[in-house]
């Protein structure tokens, strides 16, 4: 039976507790063969110096290993040295569970929270950490997707590019800039351009034009939910500036029910409806604003002939086209990448929701340099490193048929899956899918509880 201090070639001599640390005294019983400096085998004992290691935390306790080191001389050369530890790393004085401990820790909490924890010093932590993320940052190999979502988020007091895989709802990478050079130096590093089918966007015209120059095949989407909020900012104006010429207490109950206006009218209340309708009878610009606003809605609900008809015959009043200018002339320049929803449905809505999740990370390590926040939010959210899947099954490196959708996949990207037998009679059987149809194949876990049937009788 292991002892509490659970490491192979130890044995606990002593432990005690001191406050909020457990210090666990130990001896290593394995001895040295040979002497480190020359090789001779002609040892002797020469002592023994007690010397001190952060462990990983016990039962809420910070740990320390008091080991009891042995000390030898060599009878030939006359050098001493210490006895040789396993476990233990003397270069950082902790245990290695402990720096696996750290590492792993690092990237969930912050350095200080992490050498509380640990009983150590923030920078041994930092140190442990850098290597850590060195390491991942060796490891992180992205491979582009079929639909590649580019956005942007502000980190450590600047844009940074955000990549994302839309089907995979997973994250490719972050960069330190948004620029187009950084984009174009990024897409250059593969030569599976061609697999990328669609690029969601905002409308940003570097991302657009790098799309047209580096990706041939893609169809480049605009996020249909910014040319949307565009048309939802563009009513809000026109209310502030109606707001103005009121006085203070017509302003705040504008303000208290804008939400009314911004609402679908298929998500109103009866009584929410009840006084919208009284508000626009009233203000006349404010309902030419609403209605103008539901009618850019109601495009992307409409097929896809009726919408396009209706896009290029949409128009606003005189009165209110000032406000809506900005997103007129959206509509005039991007005309093609915003209609291309309809062929292919995508939006950015993965990456704004992956942008929020991160501003959490972001918040905790408030001062840390942009790398470590990188490696932090690849190491919560980013595309696990993957192995090819080989089985019982002959599969190629690239180039694998689904056997759900039929679509070639890599073979990192597959998965091993039940389907279920579709007649009576016949068996499950086991089958490679991508990853985009996985998630539709629970049936190891079904077929797992699903109970034996049994024959009816008489």
């Known amino acids: 039976m292991r002892d509490i201090l659970d490491m192979d070639g130890w044995t606990l001599t002593d432990k005690r507790t001191e406050g909020m640390v457990e210090t666990f005294s130990a001896e290593y019983l394995h001895e040295p063969k040979a002497c480190t400096k020359c090789g001779s085998v002609s040892l002797y004992r020469h002592g023994t110096k007690k010397t001190t290691y952060a462990d990983s935390p016990l039962r809420g306790f910070a740990a320390k290993l008091e080991a009891t080191v042995r000390r030898y001389r060599c009878r030939d050369c006359g050098e001493t040295f210490l006895q040789p530890l396993g476990g233990v790393l003397d270069e950082r004085r902790m245990t290695i569970r402990c720096a696996e401990f750290i590492a792993k820790q690092a990237l969930q909490h912050t350095f200080v929270h992490v050498a509380r924890e640990v009983g150590i010093d923030e920078k041994t932590v930092r140190a442990v950490a850098a290597e850590r993320m060195g390491e991942l940052e060796a490891k992180h190999a992205p491979r582009l997707p079929r639909v590649l979502g580019i956005d942007?988020?502000?980190?450590?007091?600047?844009?940074?590019?955000?990549?994302?895989?839309?089907e995979g709802r997973r994250l490719l990478d972050m960069?330190?800039?948004?620029?187009k050079d950084t984009l174009a130096r990024w897409l250059g590093h593969f030569r599976d351009r061609n697999a990328v089918k669609v690029v969601t966007i905002d409308m940003w015209r570097p991302y657009q034009r790098i799309a047209a120059e580096l990706l041939p095949n893609a169809v480049v989407v605009v996020d249909k939910f910014h040319i949307m909020r565009m048309a939802?900012?563009?009513m809000d104006q026109v209310r502030i500036r109606l707001a103005k010429a009121r006085d203070t207490g017509v302003r705040r109950h504008w303000v208290r029910s804008k939400v009314m206006l911004q609402k679908r009218p298929a998500n109103l209340t009866d009584k929410q409806r009840f006084n919208l309708d009284m508000w626009l009878d009233n203000e006349p610009e404010i309902a030419a604003a609403y209605r103008a606003k539901e009618a850019f809605y109601s495009l992307f609900d409409l097929p896809r002939d009726e919408a396009i008809k209706a896009f290029d015959e949409y128009t606003v009043p005189v009165s209110i086209k000032p406000e809506f200018r900005k997103?007129?002339?959206?509509?005039r320049n991007?005309?093609?990448?915003?209609?291309?929803?309809?062929?292919?449905?995508?939006?950015?809505?993965?990456?704004?929701?992956?942008?929020?999740?991160t501003k959490h990370i972001v918040k905790a390590g408030r001062g840390y340099s942009f790398e470590v926040l990188r490696?932090?939010?690849?190491?919560?959210?980013?595309?696990?490193?993957k192995q090819?899947?080989?089985?019982?099954?002959?599969?190629?490196?690239?180039?694998n048929p689904c056997e759900n959708c039929g679509l070639p996949c890599r073979a990192e990207d597959m998965h091993l899956v039940t389907l279920p037998p579709v007649m009576r009679g016949q068996r499950a059987k086991r089958a490679l899918v991508c990853e985009v149809c996985e998630p539709r194949f629970n049936t190891e876990k079904l077929i797992a509880h699903r109970k034996a049937s049994t024959r009816k009788t008489g």
């Open 232 to 234: 939802s900012e563009a």
């Open 175 to 179: 960069l330190h800039s948004r620029d």
């Open 152 to 166: 942007e988020t502000q980190i450590a007091g600047e844009m940074r590019l955000v990549l994302t895989d839309v």
């Open 388 to 399: 090819p899947l080989h089985i019982e099954f002959l599969i190629k490196d690239n180039g």
């Open 334 to 357: 991007w005309r093609g990448e915003i209609l291309a929803v309809f062929d292919h449905p995508y939006t950015n809505a993965y990456t704004e929701s992956l942008n929020s999740l």
């Open 327 to 331: 997103l007129l002339t959206a509509m």
């Open 375 to 385: 490696a932090r939010i690849l190491a919560n959210y980013g595309d696990p490193v």
